[in-house]
T-cell receptor, first 111, second 116 residues
Framework: GENVEQHPSTLSVQEGDSAVIKCTYS??????FPWYKQELGKRPQLIID?????GEKKDQRIAVTLNKTAKHFSLHITETQPEDSAVYFC??????????FGRGTSLIVHP | DAGVIQSPRHEVTEMGQEVTLRCKPI?????LFWYRQTMMRGLELLIY????????DSGMPEDRFSAKMPNASFSTLKIQPSEPRDSAVYFC??????????????FGEGSRLTVL
């Protein structure tokens, strides 16, 4: 089955800095890569996703990149703000759209 | 739609007691998932259903755990007997996988279980 590794487990940045979270996956058949954000005490919610036929996707301050050859994908957050503090989960899925989640990254943005 | 609805939000029980967690998925969604979240293990998929049929329960920890989905609008996760190591937040999520859909998961607010 699919295995998703996520790094780092904790990321601490200053407000205004950029943050990058990286994930690798094992199943070359995976073709859909969503990212979920979970604020403290809340439910995980989808913030951005990318399909395997696209190398990069942006939405305001967040972007995702995908390297199918290396089986890597990353989340980039620019100009971080305190409200970006949360746990971020990457996931990978194939044609069934059943996601396998990474362990999560706790992002802390210091004002 | 009110989203995925879970109950109870919080449950405190004593070891050995039966616990039943409930979930109402979003109307029209054809997949339902149960996840367990802990600091140590992150988000673990316990079981998922497609059109009310259990498809993969390989994540269910042991026979003390069982899940049912008697109809498209209701699912339960039962733990009997409960143990302190079952303490976690249990999330229910639903999705619709159509021809062009991405399979985005919509999570409920979770049920925080504490077993003393």
């Amino acid at each position: 089955g699919e295995n998703v590794e996520q790094h780092p487990s904790t990321l601490s940045v200053q407000e205004g800095d950029s943050a990058v979270i990286k994930c690798t996956y094992s199943d070359s058949a995976s073709n859909y890569f969503p990212w979920y954000k979970q604020e403290l005490g809340k439910r995980p919610q989808l913030i951005i996703d990318i399909r395997s036929n696209v190398g990069e996707k942006k939405d305001q301050r967040i972007a995702v990149t995908l390297n199918k050859t290396a089986k890597h994908f990353s989340l980039h957050i620019t100009e971080t703000q305190p409200e970006d503090s949360a746990v971020y989960f990457c996931a990978a899925s194939g044609g069934s759209y059943i996601p396998t989640f990474g362990r999560g990254t706790s992002l802390i943005v210091h004002p | 739609d009110a989203g995925v609805i879970q109950s109870p939000r919080h449950e405190v029980t004593e070891m050995g007691q039966e616990v039943t967690l409930r979930c109402k998925p979003i109307s029209g969604h054809d997949y339902l998932f149960w996840y367990r979240q802990t600091m140590m293990r992150g988000l673990e998929l316990l079981i998922y259903f497609n059109n009310n049929v259990p498809i993969d329960d390989s994540g269910m920890p042991e026979d003390r755990f069982s899940a049912k989905m008697p109809n498209a609008s209701f699912s339960t996760l039962k733990i009997q007997p409960s143990e302190p190591r079952d303490s976690a937040v249990y999330f229910c999520a639903s999705s619709f996988v159509g021809l062009s859909n991405t399979g985005e998961l919509f999570f409920g607010e979770g049920s925080r279980l504490t077993v003393l």
